[in-house]
T-cell receptor, first 115, second 112 residues
């Protein structure tokens, strides 16, 4: 039982390049989330997926797109990377509303640098 | 919008000491979550609180859901070196149960 996994762990991009961050969970959770964490700050929600087939914007969605590929996988895409997107990205999952559980479980993170 | 303020921002303590930190908001929360983040890792859930006044323990950690629903407290007893890390409070906002906000964290350092 791996929990939440993320790939890659590290990535360096040049301004304007695109890439997709992958996330998968094996806990049969309904809901999944993408956060970014900047130095000395808490986590800010980028996008979330309440259940398979749905996605919605969080606090800081500009410059990102997401895909809920199936119940297990939730990807985050940067179409044209900018230096302001240099950050650590975390994926998380939770059981969702059906169980009235709001406990989120996080992956190890992807450290992205945009030059 | 809703914000979570954590204090203190950082603290240095001696091994064996007890630690207290808190999280406050200007808005009501129905759930409080406490996480710990080790360097280079993702946050790990420590304690979840669902009822005002609730007091929950997890080993040496004890957390309380404030009666006003606008605050929560985390205590660590008899600290050890592996308690080092950043402690975050978090909760779902009133605008949507999937929209969580996180505090800015309390950075804890334990001196052996």
């Amino acid at each position: 039982n791996a929990g939440v996994t993320q790939t890659p762990k590290f990535q360096v991009l040049k301004t304007g390049q695109s890439m997709t961050l992958q996330c998968a969970q094996d806990m049969n959770h309904n809901s999944m989330y993408w956060y970014r964490q900047d130095p000395g700050m808490g986590l800010r929600l980028i996008y979330y997926s309440a259940s398979e087939g749905t996605t919605d914007k969080g606090e800081v969605p500009n410059g990102y797109n997401v895909s809920r590929l199936n119940k297990r996988e939730f990807s985050l895409r940067l179409e044209s990377a900018a230096p302001s997107q240099t950050s650590v990205y975390f994926c998380a999952s939770s059981e969702g509303d059906a169980s009235y559980s709001y406990e989120q479980y996080f992956g190890p993170g992807t450290r992205l640098t945009v030059t | 919008g809703q914000q979570l303020n954590q204090s203190p921002q950082s603290m240095f303590i001696q091994e064996g000491e007890d630690v207290s930190m808190n999280c406050t908001s200007s808005s009501i929360f129905n759930t409080w979550l406490w996480y710990k983040q080790d360097p280079g890792e993702g946050p790990v859930l420590l304690i979840a609180l669902y009822k005002a006044g609730e007091l929950t323990s997890n080993g040496r950690l004890t957390a309380q859901f404030g009666i006003t629903r606008k605050d929560s407290f985390l205590n660590i007893s008899a600290s050890i070196p592996s308690d080092v890390g950043i402690y975050f409070c978090a909760g779902p906002t009133t605008s949507g149960t999937y929209k969580y906000i996180f505090g800015t964290g309390t950075r804890l350092k334990v001196l052996a």
